[in-house]
């Protein structure tokens, strides 16, 4: 059964840091991998999504890596804010058909100013 | 703008009592999902429905129960055979291999 692992569980930084979040899952036959932002008492907001045949994925400063050989992804904060003040998730598709994504249990991250 | 509504926010209910909550989506997703989240439990899985008139049991469905008759429509009633009731409740869909989206969610507490 799959299992994904994020570590550490909670971080907390002053602003401006870059900083990385990670993933590990078990089994690498996955479909792609998501990361999400969640906010207190909201939903989850997607972030990024990887594909297995990629490697990473960018948009503005978050940067998310890929190595599905080694069962891992990296989700890259560059110069944090206080705004990025969330729970971050991710989440890997598993290949074989039953398209049910299996979740972390998140990393909690303060920025504080 | 295309998206998942769930509905109540918030909503509260006295033991013993079934409470039905929605979840619409306008993705014209397939597959639509219901999570309950608990602090520092991450995300489980209560059931999933992959295509209209059709669903499955996830990992912790005893208590809860779904229909699917719409393919825009996914609406989860709490029973009152669920023991532990008082979560955050989250609907999510997708289609196929793209991003899996979600809705705000409704904050459950029964009393």
């Known amino acids: 059964k799959q299992e994904v692992t994020q570590i550490p569980a909670a971080l907390s930084v002053p602003e401006g840091e870059n900083l990385v979040l990670n993933c590990s899952f078990t089994?690498?036959?996955?479909?792609?991998l998501q990361w999400f932002r969640q906010d207190p008492g909201k939903g989850l907001t997607s972030l990024l999504l990887?594909?297995?045949?990629?490697r990473e994925q960018t948009s503005g400063r978050l940067n998310a890596s890929l190595d599905k050989s080694s069962g891992r992804s990296t989700l890259y904060i560059a110069a944090s804010q206080p705004g990025d003040s969330a729970t971050y998730l991710c989440?890997?598709?598993?290949?074989?058909?039953?398209?049910?994504?299996?979740f972390g249990r998140g990393t909690s991250l303060i920025v504080h100013p | 703008d295309g998206g998942i509504t769930q509905s109540p926010k918030y909503l509260f209910r006295k033991e013993g009592q079934n409470v039905t909550l929605s979840c619409e989506q306008n993705?014209?997703?397939?597959?639509m999902y219901w999570y309950r989240q608990d602090p520092g439990q991450g995300l489980r899985l209560i059931y999933y429905?992959?295509?209209?008139?059709?669903?499955q049991k996830g990992d912790i469905a005893e208590g809860y129960s779904v229909s699917r008759e719409k393919k825009e429509s996914f609406p989860l009633t709490v029973t009152s055979a669920q023991k532990n009731p008082t979560a955050f409740y989250l609907c999510?869909?997708?289609?196929?291999?793209?991003?899996?989206?979600f809705g705000n969610g409704t904050r459950l507490t029964v009393t």
């Open positions: 999510a869909s997708s289609q196929g291999l793209s991003p899996l989206h």
């Open positions: 089994d690498s036959a996955i479909y792609n």
């Open positions: 990887i594909q297995s045949s990629q």
């Open positions: 989440a890997v598709l598993p290949s074989g058909g039953s398209y049910i994504p299996t």
């Open positions: 993705l014209n997703h397939d597959a």
């Open positions: 429905s992959q295509i209209v008139n059709d669903f």
